[in-house]
């Protein structure tokens, strides 16, 4: 079950203030960091990467690289931190991980993945996964993916986290590479019947809870990405859909106002408060008042000196009536 929903890694999106936020929202989503790399992990500023919030757990790491040693490095530096799970970057189609050879390009070279899973898993206890497309440019994804998992499952890795698409890593930006190549859920359906004693977790355009449920009837687990970034009010109905738990909160209102103490430790610490309230623009989606909210966020959070009182009157914006007759 510990896998049965998860919320994905998004550069630039999934960083510490976003995932406390949808801590709030969700007590059993497994809440995954932004990717980072061996590089920033092993030569710039640790402490900083690596932090967290104890209330994320279960919270995983996501690493990328493609060296052996570097990665064990990460990955004990990552459960000295704290972490419950190492996941091993081997989708990002971008310029910049191609470069260095790591992500998406390395679904070429499986034994190699199949070595980097072997030295992280012999550095650590926690549990190391892999997030993978289902081929990349002109591979056939029906022998690819299988002869994929099969090399990397030899080497100790017993769960994949599967986007349904392939990359295709030229003529196409990262953007598009979320929506462009077809998505092929029938293929990592067809990969948990063959592979029954391994943990498959399936990714890519999934936009909601009730297409999870039907996800959740041929793999083990569901991860969302945008949608649960995009709304992200619909992670208050996962634990009670998908698990059977009373939802941790009730309103959207009483969402922010469980914020409202982290943020101001934040901003104690010198963040910014657009830092934070760029992760809950989305939270009043289709409420009377949620573009006043997001304008007014958006216009005034970014201000030198801007605290507390900006992210009150934004709230005040969206009647607290209005959730009351949206819910009824």
């Known amino acids: 079950m510990k896998y049965r929903f998860s919320v994905a890694p998004m550069m630039e999106w999934t960083d510490r203030h976003c995932r406390f936020f949808h801590r709030i929202l969700s007590r059993r989503a497994r809440l995954y960091s932004e990717m980072v790399t ?20 279960p919270v995983a790491l996501q690493i990328g690289g493609s060296e052996p040693q570097d990665l064990a490095m990460c990955a004990r530096m990552a459960e000295g931190a704290g972490y419950d799970e190492i996941n091993l970057n081997i989708g990002c189609p971008s310029p910049r991980v191609q470069k260095g050879a790591f992500g998406a390009c390395l679904m070429r070279e499986p034994e190699l993945v199949g070595e980097c899973v072997s030295a992280m898993r012999s550095a650590v206890r926690i549990p190391v996964t892999v997030k993978c497309r289902i081929g990349v440019d002109d591979q056939d994804p029906e022998r690819a993916l299988l002869d994929f998992v099969d090399k990397v499952a030899a080497a100790g890795c017993d769960t994949f986290v599967v986007h349904a698409r392939k990359a295709l890593l030229q003529g196409l930006s990262p953007k598009d590479n979320r929506d462009v190549p077809p998505l092929n859920y029938e293929l990592v359906y067809r990969l948990k019947r063959e592979r029954p004693d391994l943990t498959i977790v399936i990714n890519g355009g999934i936009a909601g809870l009730d297409e999870a449920k039907r996800h959740l009837a041929h793999v083990d687990g569901v991860m969302l990405g945008r949608a649960a970034y995009q709304s992200p009010w619909l992670l208050a109905s996962a634990d009670a859909e998908l698990f059977g738990d009373p939802p941790p909160v009730f309103s959207r209102h009483a969402a922010l106002h469980a914020f409202m103490p982290y943020v101001a430790r934040q901003l104690a610490n010198g963040a910014p408060l657009n830092a934070m309230t760029k992760h809950v623009l989305g939270l009043f989606n289709g409420l009377p008042g949620a573009r006043a909210f997001r304008r007014h966020l958006s216009e005034n959070a970014t201000k030198p ?24």
């Open 38 to 57: 061996t590089g920033a992990l092993i030569h710039g500023p640790r402490a900083r990467l690596l932090a967290f919030d104890a209330s994320e757990h």
């Open 305 to 328: 000196g801007a605290g507390l009182e900006v992210l009150r009157a934004a709230m005040a914006l969206v009647p607290e009536a209005s959730e009351e007759s949206a819910a009824a």
